[in-house]
């Protein structure tokens, strides 16, 4: 019989989306690089310092734009309480992260955990599970429909130059009216909202990935001004872009 709690470690090679979905509550933290997770709707970007929790048997999209080293800690439904939600995404507490690390010391394996384990693991859950109620701003919408969803990938694939809301409407076929009204009705945000939530989201995907400067980000993700991505950056997320960087290391 598995055990009612364990660890593993992972490295991710870049690769697709696909669907994943198991039978634990799984708490998943990125040590190093950054996951995309897509559910409900909306899409997180999972990087050093941040962990997702999965509720058990909830399907979820991932996707990895970046190689990644994940530690990942499954338990069985009847170890831990259902999550706070089916999916959240929160940054992980220096307590969490000791937790996290003593707790690799147990794998996947038939024998029982020690009560020393038992004790280590229950008090990882209590912890993640009361970040859980706190999750991080850093998220966009999906979409439902395929013209939006096509609108929103439009606007992706252009964040590093100038990007037109009629462009994108025209491209998918639809009047600037009709797109608007879609981006209300499915994400309760207008165009510009989600593109800036676009541009700070791939903001701290280029912070995850290495010490390019955060002046060549700024102008990467779209803006032209230092002063305005540091601002936008900060009513997001609460820190400033350097402040977002050095959180990824304990």
């Known amino acids: 019989m598995t055990r009612r709690a364990y660890s593993f470690v992972r490295t991710f090679e870049t690769g697709p989306a696909r669907d994943f979905c198991v039978d634990r509550h799984y708490l998943l933290c990125a040590s190093a690089g ?11 970007l999972l990087p050093p310092a941040r962990a997702a929790l999965i509720e058990a048997g909830r399907a979820v999209r991932v996707s990895i734009p970046r190689p990644v080293t994940t530690a990942s800690v499954l338990f069985d439904a009847g170890f831990a309480p259902p999550p706070p939600a089916p999916l959240t995404v929160f940054d992980l507490s220096p307590l969490a992260r000791a937790l996290v690390a003593e707790c690799g010391g147990w794998g996947e394996s038939d024998e029982p955990l020690t009560a020393y384990a038992e004790t280590l ?88 990935a290495g010490d390019t400067p955060v002046t060549r980000i700024a102008f990467m993700v779209g803006y032209t001004s230092l002063s305005a991505f540091n601002a936008a950056f900060h009513e997001l997320t609460g820190r400033t872009p350097t402040e977002y960087r050095a959180s990824f290391h304990p």
């Open 34 to 44: 950054a996951l995309r997770l897509e559910a409900q709707g909306r899409a997180w």
């Open 121 to 208: 693991f229950a008090a990882l859950a209590a912890v993640t599970w009361q970040l859980a109620e706190r999750p991080s701003p850093v998220v966009v919408p999906v979409g439902r429909s395929p013209e939006l969803r096509r609108a929103l990938q439009l606007t992706e694939q252009r964040l590093e130059g100038e990007v037109r809301f009629e462009d994108v409407a025209q491209e998918v076929g639809l009047a600037p009216r009709s797109l608007a009204r879609r981006f209300a009705g499915e994400t309760g945000m207008t165009w510009r909202a989600v593109l800036r939530r676009m541009r700070l989201l791939r903001a701290v995907e280029e912070l995850a």
